[in-house]
């Protein structure tokens, strides 16, 4: 998340939207909100995709 997450008022009613979805809602642990937040989700695309790139290098090597 972003820095709006540390706005109380808008954190609580995100907890009561999920709440009412019946859907969970991770918040605040390891990753904290804000730059550090931001930052933890684009090395977590940049991991994925840098897998799936591997493994179709992988696959291309060994086709007849």
Known sequence: TGGCFQNRILL???EQA???RNQELGLLGWIP???G???AGQ???A???RSELAAQR???RSAP
Do not use: E, I, P, R
């Open 33 to 35: 909100v804000n730059d």
């Open 18 to 20: 999920f709440c009412h």
């Open 12 to 14: 609580d009613l995100m």
């Open 47 to 49: 991991s994925a995709l």
């Open 58 to 60: 992988d696959l291309s």
């Open 37 to 39: 937040g931001l930052a």
């Open 43 to 45: 090395l977590a695309v």
